[in-house]
C-alpha cells in the first residue's frame, strides 16, 4: 500500500513563501509567511467545491505581453509560454492555484524509500490525454527522456540529471533512463543516483508534464503549436499574434472545469489592458501604477483586488564574458551602488521590496540581515576610481530589456542613476522572444532579467542563476562560473537537514554577492485586478496563474 512518507522533513525542505489576500484600497505588504503543505492525503481534489449547473459555464478572457509560440514541455523557456502551459499541461504533481501547495496531479499515490533514492508513484486510472486515450507509466519514461534526449535540447533538461542513467543516456551509450522505470501501467518508479532534496518540487514544472508519443511523431516539428497532453483545458483556436483559446477538457480526471474556455489576448501594452478592463472585454488585467489609485478606490473592486508576494527577484545581469563589465569587479560594484531602488518602488507604489541577494529574505537560506538599498553615489564613485574610471566610462552600452512599458520606465530611472556617476547606457526594448534569445545566447553587455521559482525550492532561483552548468537557457545569463559555489550547490541539493542546506545556501549567497554578476533590484509584489463577477481566481507566487478551479458569477 502506498503511503505519504517522511512528510515533516519534505515538508519543511519545499519552501515558498506566499502570502496572498484580496483587499480594496490595501497596499500594505501581508505580514505573515506560509510554507507550502504537500498534499498528504489521497483524496482526489476537485474543480473547486461541488460542481453545480450554476457555475458552469462562460469564458474568461486573460491577456499575455506577446505570442507564446508553443506548449512543448520540453522546450518551454518563455514567461508568456509558462502561463499558459499550466493550465494545458500535467504531470505526477501540480501547484496549487496559489502556488503555496504541492497537489497531486496524475499521481494519485506516492513514497519515497527511507534512503531517499526511490520514488514510487501510483497513476490514477481516470488519467487521459487530450486524445481520449489513458495516461500510463511508459507515457512518464517517454516524456522523461525525451526532456533529457541531447537532440530535444530542452532547456529543463538538467532538472533530471541526478536519475539514475541520466550520463549515459545522454552520451548515448545507453538506450533509455534507467533509473525511470514503468513497473506496470499504474505504477512508475523514479530511482536517483543521491538524495537530491528539490527533486520532488521539481516535478510540479510543467516542463515535467507527460505527453503522448504518437501525437509528437503525428505533428513532428509542429507538436509545440499542437501540443496533445492532460491538463484540464485543450488547445483550441489560435490567432497568431492576436489571441489564443484553450477549452475545457470533458475528461480530465478531477472533473471537467467549470469555465467552458479561456482565452489569453495578445497585449503587450499596459494601460492598453486596463482600457480593455474598463470596458468589459478583458476580465483580468496587471495593475500599472498610472490606474492604482483609481482602481483599487472604486467600490465595485473592494473584493477583486489581489495581492502575492511573488518569489521573484528582478535585476541587472552583467554578461561575464564580455568586457568592460565582465572582467572589473569595481566596474560592476559602482553600478550597483548607483541604482536608486528606493525611488523605483517609489514609482511602483511600494509594490515591490529591495533585493540585495538572489532568495527572498524567509527563504530557506535568505538574508537575515539588513535589506536597506545599496544606493550611495559618492560609494559608486569611488569605485569607479577603483575601476580606472575615475573620469567616467567611454562609450555608451545597450542595457537589453523586454519592451513591457513599466520596464522600460524602470530603466530610464537607472539610466539616470548610471549617467550621474558616468556610466552611459542606452536602453534597447525588444519584443520578448528576441530579448530571451539575447540572454540565453549571450548577445548582451547589459540586461534587465528577473528570476521566478520554477519549482516550489530554494533551490530554484539559486541554481538557475548561478549553477555554471545552467549557462544561457537553463537560466544563468550572466554566464556565470564558480567553482566553490557549484560545489556548495551540489551539497544543498544532497543534504537531508534544512538548517544544513540553508547554512550552505547562504555561504552561496555571500559568494554570489561578493562577484557580483548581478545587481540585483527588487522583490516583486504581484497586484492584478478581475472583474466582480469572476469567482475564485486567486494569483500565484510564482506567476503561473491557473483557472482549472475559477467559475463566472452568471
Same mark, same amino acid.
Given at each position: 500500500?502506498?503511503?505519504?512518507?517522511?512528510?515533516? @522533513?519534505?515538508?519543511?525542505?519545499?519552501?515558498?513563501?506566499?502570502?496572498?489576500?484580496?483587499?480594496?484600497?490595501?497596499?500594505?505588504?501581508?505580514?505573515?509567511?506560509?510554507?507550502?503543505?504537500?498534499?498528504?492525503?489521497?483524496?482526489?481534489?476537485?474543480?473547486?467545491?461541488?460542481?453545480?449547473?450554476?457555475?458552469?459555464?462562460?469564458?474568461?478572457?486573460?491577456?499575455?505581453?506577446?505570442?507564446?509560440?508553443?506548449?512543448?514541455?520540453?522546450?518551454?523557456?518563455?514567461?508568456?509560454?509558462?502561463?499558459?502551459?499550466?493550465?494545458?499541461?500535467?504531470?505526477?504533481?501540480?501547484?496549487?492555484?496559489?502556488?503555496?501547495?504541492?497537489?497531486?496531479?496524475?499521481?494519485?499515490?506516492?513514497?519515497?524509500?527511507?534512503?531517499?533514492?526511490?520514488?514510487?508513484?501510483?497513476?490514477?486510472?481516470?488519467?487521459?490525454?487530450?486524445?481520449? #486515450?489513458?495516461?500510463?507509466?511508459?507515457?512518464?519514461?517517454?516524456?522523461? !527522456?525525451?526532456?533529457?534526449?541531447?537532440?530535444?535540447?530542452?532547456?529543463?533538461?538538467?532538472?533530471?540529471?541526478?536519475?539514475?542513467?541520466?550520463?549515459?543516456?545522454?552520451?548515448?551509450?545507453?538506450?533509455?533512463?534507467?533509473?525511470?522505470?514503468?513497473?506496470?501501467?499504474?505504477?512508475?518508479?523514479?530511482?536517483?543516483?543521491?538524495?537530491?532534496?528539490? &527533486? &520532488?518540487?521539481?516535478?510540479?514544472?510543467?516542463?515535467?508534464?507527460?505527453?503522448?508519443?504518437?501525437?509528437?511523431?503525428?505533428?513532428?516539428?509542429?507538436?509545440?503549436?499542437?501540443?496533445?497532453?492532460?491538463?484540464?483545458?485543450?488547445?483550441?483556436?489560435?490567432?497568431?499574434?492576436?489571441?489564443?483559446?484553450?477549452?475545457?477538457?470533458?475528461?480530465?480526471?478531477?472533473?471537467?472545469?467549470?469555465?467552458?474556455?479561456?482565452?489569453?489576448?495578445?497585449?503587450?501594452?499596459?494601460?492598453?489592458?486596463?482600457? !480593455?478592463?474598463?470596458?468589459?472585454?478583458?476580465?483580468?488585467?496587471?495593475?500599472?501604477?498610472?490606474?492604482?489609485?483609481?482602481?483599487?478606490?472604486?467600490? #465595485?473592486?473592494?473584493?477583486?483586488?489581489?495581492?502575492?508576494?511573488?518569489?521573484?527577484?528582478?535585476?541587472?545581469? &552583467?554578461?561575464?564574458?564580455?568586457?568592460?563589465?565582465?572582467?572589473?569587479?569595481?566596474?560592476? /560594484?559602482?553600478?550597483?551602488?548607483?541604482?536608486?531602488?528606493?525611488?523605483?518602488?517609489?514609482?511602483?507604489?511600494? #509594490?515591490?521590496?529591495?533585493?540585495?541577494?538572489?532568495?527572498?529574505?524567509?527563504?530557506?537560506?535568505?538574508?537575515?540581515?539588513?535589506?536597506?538599498?545599496?544606493?550611495?553615489?559618492?560609494?559608486? @564613485?569611488?569605485?569607479?576610481?577603483?575601476?580606472?574610471?575615475?573620469?567616467?566610462?567611454?562609450?555608451?552600452?545597450?542595457?537589453?530589456?523586454?519592451?513591457?512599458?513599466?520596464?522600460?520606465?524602470?530603466? %530610464?530611472?537607472?539610466?539616470?542613476?548610471?549617467?550621474?556617476?558616468?556610466?552611459?547606457? %542606452?536602453?534597447?526594448?525588444?519584443?520578448?522572444?528576441?530579448?530571451?534569445?539575447?540572454?540565453?545566447?549571450?548577445?548582451?553587455?547589459?540586461?534587465?532579467? /528577473?528570476?521566478?521559482?520554477?519549482?516550489?525550492?530554494?533551490? =530554484?532561483?539559486?541554481?538557475?542563476?548561478?549553477?555554471?552548468?545552467?549557462?544561457?537557457?537553463?537560466?544563468?545569463?550572466?554566464?556565470?562560473?564558480?567553482?566553490?559555489?557549484?560545489?556548495?550547490?551540489?551539497?544543498?541539493?544532497?543534504?537531508?537537514?534544512?538548517?544544513?542546506?540553508?547554512?550552505?545556501?547562504?555561504?552561496? !549567497? =555571500?559568494?554570489?554577492?561578493?562577484?557580483?554578476? /548581478?545587481?540585483?533590484?527588487?522583490?516583486?509584489?504581484?497586484?492584478?485586478?478581475?472583474?466582480?463577477?469572476?469567482?475564485?481566481?486567486?494569483?500565484?507566487?510564482?506567476?503561473?496563474?491557473?483557472?482549472?478551479?475559477?467559475?463566472?458569477?452568471?
Amino acid at each position: 500500500m502506498f503511503k505519504h512518507q517522511g512528510w515533516a @522533513k519534505l515538508s519543511a525542505t519545499i519552501l515558498i513563501l506566499c502570502m496572498l489576500f484580496v483587499a480594496a484600497c490595501d497596499t500594505k505588504t501581508p505580514e505573515t509567511t506560509q510554507s507550502p503543505q504537500t498534499t498528504q492525503t489521497t483524496q482526489t481534489p476537485t474543480s473547486g467545491e461541488a460542481n453545480t449547473e450554476t457555475k458552469q459555464g462562460g469564458q474568461l478572457v486573460t491577456y499575455v505581453s506577446n505570442d507564446p509560440k508553443g506548449f512543448d514541455p520540453a522546450t518551454l523557456n518563455l514567461w508568456d509560454q509558462t502561463i499558459v502551459a499550466a493550465n494545458i499541461l500535467e504531470g505526477l504533481v501540480r501547484l496549487s492555484p496559489d502556488g503555496t501547495q504541492i497537489e497531486p496531479g496524475i499521481a494519485e499515490q506516492w513514497s519515497v524509500s527511507d534512503d531517499g533514492l526511490v520514488w514510487t508513484f501510483k497513476l490514477r486510472d481516470n488519467a487521459k490525454f487530450h486524445n481520449g #486515450r489513458k495516461v500510463v507509466a511508459e507515457d512518464f519514461k517517454y516524456s522523461f !527522456e525525451r526532456v533529457a534526449r541531447p537532440e530535444t535540447a530542452s532547456p529543463s533538461a538538467w532538472m533530471l540529471n541526478k536519475i539514475k542513467g541520466f550520463d549515459a543516456f545522454v552520451a548515448g551509450s545507453a538506450t533509455g533512463l534507467e533509473g525511470v522505470r514503468a513497473v506496470n501501467d499504474s505504477t512508475l518508479e523514479l530511482e536517483l543516483t543521491e538524495a537530491y532534496a528539490p &527533486f &520532488f518540487s521539481m516535478l510540479a514544472s510543467a516542463s515535467l508534464a507527460v505527453v503522448p508519443k504518437e501525437a509528437v511523431e503525428e505533428f513532428g516539428e509542429d507538436f509545440a503549436q499542437n501540443v496533445v497532453a492532460a491538463g484540464p483545458f485543450t488547445l483550441g483556436q489560435w490567432n497568431i499574434n492576436q489571441d489564443l483559446t484553450v477549452n475545457a477538457f470533458e475528461d480530465y480526471w478531477a472533473g471537467r472545469p467549470y469555465l467552458d474556455s479561456v482565452v489569453w489576448k495578445v497585449i503587450n501594452d499596459e494601460n492598453t489592458r486596463i482600457v !480593455e478592463f474598463d470596458a468589459g472585454t478583458l476580465d483580468i488585467a496587471w495593475i500599472p501604477p498610472a490606474h492604482y489609485d483609481r482602481l483599487t478606490s472604486d467600490s #465595485r473592486y473592494q473584493n477583486s483586488i489581489n495581492i502575492c508576494n511573488t518569489l521573484h527577484t528582478d535585476f541587472i545581469s &552583467f554578461n561575464m564574458e564580455h568586457t568592460p563589465f565582465g572582467d572589473n569587479k569595481d566596474l560592476r /560594484y559602482a553600478f550597483k551602488y548607483a541604482l536608486d531602488i528606493q525611488a523605483v518602488i517609489d514609482m511602483l507604489q511600494g #509594490r515591490a521590496s529591495v533585493a540585495n541577494h538572489i532568495l527572498l529574505s524567509s527563504m530557506m537560506g535568505g538574508p537575515l540581515g539588513d535589506t536597506s538599498p545599496w544606493y550611495n553615489v559618492d560609494k559608486a @564613485k569611488e569605485f569607479m576610481d577603483k575601476a580606472g574610471y575615475a573620469d567616467g566610462l567611454p562609450g555608451t552600452y545597450k542595457l537589453i530589456t523586454p519592451n513591457w512599458n513599466n520596464n522600460i520606465k524602470i530603466c %530610464e530611472i537607472y539610466q539616470q542613476n548610471l549617467k550621474a556617476i558616468g556610466i552611459n547606457i %542606452e536602453i534597447e526594448s525588444l519584443e520578448y522572444g528576441a530579448y530571451n534569445e539575447a540572454l540565453t545566447s549571450g548577445q548582451y553587455d547589459l540586461a534587465w532579467g /528577473y528570476v521566478v521559482a520554477a519549482y516550489p525550492d530554494s533551490d =530554484a532561483m539559486v541554481a538557475t542563476l548561478v549553477y555554471s552548468g545552467n549557462l544561457g537557457s537553463g537560466g544563468n545569463y550572466a554566464r556565470y562560473s564558480n567553482a566553490e559555489a557549484d560545489k556548495l550547490l551540489e551539497q544543498a541539493r544532497a543534504a537531508t537537514d534544512d538548517a544544513e542546506r540553508a547554512m550552505l545556501y547562504t555561504q552561496i !549567497e =555571500a559568494l554570489v554577492s561578493e562577484d557580483l554578476p /548581478y545587481a540585483y533590484g527588487m522583490h516583486n509584489i504581484y497586484v492584478d485586478i478581475c472583474q466582480p463577477y469572476v469567482q475564485d481566481y486567486v494569483a500565484s507566487a510564482v506567476d503561473v496563474h491557473t483557472y482549472h478551479r475559477v467559475w463566472i458569477k452568471q
